[in-house]
């Protein structure tokens, strides 16, 4: 199982990023996906969920609105659309693999530095 992560980087704060995490070694579709971050001193946290076939998605209350989680099964790629970025967004972003038996993530990304700035 390998992600790959890549799209992050240095924003102004009201700007917008897109990451990207392709993965390869396991059928991409026949698992729900999540987005993490990460910030110095805190704990990783959820971003954002979407199931298999990217019918349902659901995401922090802190991003609503603002981010957007989507996948290409075709390609065994996830996505994450962040706009209207804020300094608090800043953190390395991780994607992540859920088990689906115990609901737990099995697989993570290598992490992608984020930071919002002016």
């Known amino acids: 199982v390998q992600f790959v992560e890549s799209g992050g980087g240095l924003v102004q704060p009201g700007g917008s990023l897109s990451l990207s995490c392709t993965t390869s070694?396991?059928?991409?579709?026949?698992?729900?996906m999540s987005w993490y971050r990460q910030s110095p001193g805190k704990e990783r946290e959820v971003v954002a969920t979407?199931?298999?076939?990217?019918?349902?998605?659901t995401y922090a209350d802190s991003v609503k609105g603002r981010f957007t989680v989507s996948r290409d099964n075709a390609n065994s790629t996830l996505f994450l659309q962040m706009n209207s970025l804020k300094p608090e967004d800043t953190a390395v972003y991780y994607c992540?693999?859920?088990?689906?038996?115990?609901?737990?993530?099995?697989?993570w990304g290598q992490g992608i530095q984020v930071t919002v700035s002016s």
């Open positions: 979407i199931t298999g076939t990217g019918a349902t998605t």
């Open positions: 070694g396991f059928t991409f579709s026949s698992f729900v």
């Open positions: 992540a693999r859920v088990e689906p038996d115990s609901g737990r993530v099995d697989y």
